[in-house]
């Protein structure tokens, strides 16, 4: 394979299908350095039947595209498909701004691409045992070479694949971009079966979508305060929580209506997702 610098047309140039959406904020930086610097590090692409498919580095291109670059330094590669699709996994998985479920989303994929070049893993036994022991010999592997090539802990890696591998697409899809898309509710729904993963997905996004509606100023108490610009105070919060905490399944029972419950479970349930979204940001 051919390693050497070469530059090419910028019109010849085509980005992937496959390729991840633009960051409007990462482009403007990039677009910012590379006017000031140049363009460090060459843009890597394969022939196509017309010129030549973006395999790594759509946002310098794009950059560069935007500084009115009429060439751009790549290295043309001879890679296949799935090689090429395993390069811009690899670079968006390097991109700080991906959420937990694309991470999850191409982590799995990665692996799963792992899998297909390496096909010797998945054959010579039969059964469950050939299943275990497949997983035996691919995972160090699939999770050492990932960790090396993103820069993430091998921990990260598994952690990443897992989620992707057991939280079905459709889930995934409807959380990302939303505040349940942290890898505390993947984690929570992982292990449900597909249909109680849509109906915990839909019940807090409908949830969510409820609290926004309802968060608007109303007179008396915290939301009094809110309205007036006043918060509560951390020994005012740390007096509610302590509260919470001093209390029993069989105390809320007591205390709460039977009418009343099915909201308060929904309430307690948001307050649990907003804490866990608090210590995942203190754990980032």
Same mark, same amino acid.
């Not at 950059?63 to 009115?68: E, H, K, P, V």
């Not at 090429?84 to 996994?89: F, K, N, P, V, Y």
């Given at each position: 394979m051919?390693? %050497?610098?070469?530059?090419?047309?910028?019109?010849?140039?085509?980005?992937?299908a496959?390729?991840?959406?633009?960051?409007?904020?990462?482009?403007?930086?990039?677009?910012?350095?590379?006017?000031?610097?140049?363009?460090?590090?060459?843009?890597?692409?394969?022939?196509?039947?017309?010129?030549?498919?973006?395999?790594? =580095?759509?946002?310098?291109?794009a950059?560069?595209?935007?500084?009115?670059h009429?060439?751009?330094?790549?290295?043309?590669? $001879?890679? =296949?498909?799935?090689?090429?699709?395993?390069?811009?996994?690899?670079?968006? %998985?390097?991109?700080?701004?991906?959420?937990?479920s694309?991470?999850?989303?191409?982590?799995?994929?990665?692996?799963?691409?792992?899998?297909?070049?390496?096909?010797?893993?998945?054959?010579?036994?039969? =059964?469950?045992?050939?299943?275990?022991?497949a997983?035996?010999?691919?995972?160090?592997?699939?999770?050492?070479?990932?960790?090396?090539?993103?820069?993430?802990?091998?921990?990260?890696?598994?952690l990443?694949?897992?989620? +992707? $591998?057991?939280?079905?697409? $459709?889930?995934?899809?409807?959380?990302?971009?939303?505040?349940?898309?942290? +890898?505390?509710?993947?984690?929570?729904?992982?292990?449900?079966?597909?249909?109680e993963?849509m109906?915990?997905?839909?019940?807090?996004?409908?949830?969510?979508?409820?609290?926004?509606?309802?968060d608007?100023?109303?007179? +008396?108490?915290?939301?009094?305060r809110?309205?007036?610009?006043?918060?509560?105070?951390?020994?005012?919060?740390?007096?509610?929580? %302590?509260?919470?905490?001093?209390?029993?399944?069989?105390?809320?029972?007591?205390?709460?209506?039977?009418?009343?419950?099915? +909201?308060?479970?929904?309430?307690?349930?948001? %307050?649990?997702?907003?804490?866990?979204?608090?210590?995942?940001?203190?754990?980032?």
């Open positions: 051919n390693n %050497l610098i070469t530059m090419l047309p910028i019109e010849e140039l085509h980005r992937h496959k390729a991840r959406a633009l960051n409007d904020y990462a482009l403007a930086e990039l677009a910012d350095s590379i006017e000031r610097v140049g363009l460090i590090n060459p843009i890597r692409v394969r022939k196509a039947y017309e010129g030549y498919d973006i395999i790594a =580095g759509h946002h310098r291109f950059a560069c595209d935007s500084l009115g009429r060439e751009i330094a790549c290295i043309v590669v $001879e890679d =296949g498909d799935l090689r090429a699709e395993l390069a811009m996994i690899d670079e968006n %998985l390097c991109r700080a701004e991906l959420s937990p694309d991470k999850a989303t191409q982590t799995a994929r990665r692996k799963a691409i792992h899998r297909e070049l390496h096909p010797q893993t998945k054959h010579g036994q039969a =059964g469950a045992a050939a299943r275990w022991n997983d035996e010999k691919i995972a160090p592997a699939f999770s050492t070479d990932t960790a090396k090539a993103t820069g993430q802990s091998v921990r990260t890696v598994q990443h694949a897992e989620r +992707g $591998e057991k939280v079905i697409d $459709e889930a995934l899809s409807a959380i990302k971009g939303t505040k349940l898309d942290t +890898g505390t509710y993947l984690d929570r729904i992982k292990n449900l079966s597909p249909n993963q109906t915990a997905v839909k019940r807090d996004l409908a949830w969510e979508r409820k609290k926004d509606r309802d608007q100023p109303r007179q +008396g108490g915290i939301a009094g809110i309205e007036t610009k006043q918060t509560p105070t951390y020994e005012e919060m740390r007096a509610a929580i %302590l509260l919470l905490r001093e209390l029993t399944a069989d105390d809320m029972t007591r205390i709460c209506p039977p009418n009343k419950r099915a +909201g308060m479970c929904q309430q307690l349930s948001a %307050l649990i997702i907003t804490f866990e979204q608090v210590k995942e940001g203190v754990s980032a």
